[in-house]
């Protein structure tokens, strides 16, 4: 069992900068590839970055590649994601992930979920 608690949010202005950082308890969090999903107003879950569990690999979604940085530390149990030159359409609640299988990019392979953080980008 695996359990992830989500910080960082809140409102800032475009091309300004937030860090995300997520929270995992559990002996086993060093054994999941851990990711980050986003759920804008009116619209579906989707894919943002993702980090297999050695934290070699990486993904992002295009959206967000070059702009967002995803990093990990399995002695400290916990995940970030480093927003930068954020853009008003990046506004949604960000969701920490942890799943088996890999790539990460798909709600249905989530294994478990934070219960989200805000992220407001103003114009």
């Known amino acids: 069992q695996v359990q992830l608690v989500e910080s960082g949010g809140g409102l800032v202005q475009a091309g300004g900068s937030l860090l995300l950082s997520c929270a995992g308890s559990?002996?086993?969090?060093?054994?999941?590839?851990m990711g980050w999903f986003r759920q804008a107003p009116g619209k579906g879950r989707e894919f943002v970055a993702a980090?297999?569990?050695?934290?070699?690999?990486?993904d992002y979604a295009d959206s967000v590649k070059g702009r967002f940085t995803i990093s990990r530390d399995n002695a400290k149990n916990t995940e970030s994601l480093q927003m930068s030159s954020l853009k008003p359409e990046d506004t949604a609640v960000y969701y920490c992930?942890?799943?088996?299988?890999?790539?990460?990019?798909?709600?249905?392979?989530?294994?478990?979920w934070g219960k989200g953080t805000l992220v407001t980008v103003s114009s």
């Open positions: 559990g002996r086993t969090f060093s054994t999941y590839h």
């Open positions: 980090i297999s569990w050695s934290g070699i690999t990486t």
């Open positions: 992930a942890a799943g088996i299988g890999w790539p990460l990019r798909s709600s249905y392979g989530i294994n478990y």
